[in-house]
């Protein structure tokens, strides 16, 4: 149990570290050059992912023995796929969903907190997944 609870603590710090980038990403070419909040989480979310791939291999998760690096690789791209279509409908749904359908909420915030806020919604549903998912399929047994 003490094992799991590091594991979690340390992919929470690299997730921490990976999330300032896909942020700063998503926002920066959001909000700053008026890229399109889909491309820009896009980009944000493939930066981020292949960086987070790389830290916890090496921080995070255990190798498994029988699986080579590119299978590896391959897997982790397949579960970040899914991660990013996950990631994608989040940020819709709360954009183009809810925000763009409430009156209310654009007299409350502007479309550009909504994206940053979005940015944080999605970014903790698929901190979930991924956790579970790499877990079950990348760690050695």
């Given at each position: 149990?003490?094992?799991?609870?590091?594991?979690?603590?340390?992919?929470?710090?690299?997730?921490?570290?990976?999330?300032?980038?896909?942020?700063?990403?998503?926002?920066?070419?959001?909000?700053?050059?008026?890229?399109?909040?889909?491309?820009?989480?896009?980009l944000g979310f493939v930066i981020s992912a292949v960086v987070n791939y790389l830290l916890s291999i090496k921080f995070v998760f255990t190798h498994k023995k029988e699986m080579d690096k590119k299978k590896e690789f391959i897997v982790f791209l397949i579960l970040s796929a899914i991660g990013l279509v996950i990631n994608e409908i989040v940020m819709f749904c709360c954009v183009d969903g809810i925000y763009l359908h409430s009156q209310a909420l654009q007299n409350l915030i502007t479309q550009d907190l909504m994206i940053m806020a979005?940015?944080?919604?999605?970014?903790?549903?698929?901190?979930?997944?991924?956790?579970i998912s790499r877990k079950l399929f990348l760690e050695r047994k």
């Open positions: 149990m003490k094992q799991l609870i590091n594991q979690i603590i340390k992919f929470g710090i690299v997730g921490f570290f990976c999330f300032f980038i896909d942020f700063g990403i998503t926002t920066g070419l959001t909000n700053l050059l008026g890229v399109h909040y889909l491309i820009s989480k896009f979005a940015t944080i919604i999605a970014t903790g549903v698929v901190m979930v997944y991924n956790f």
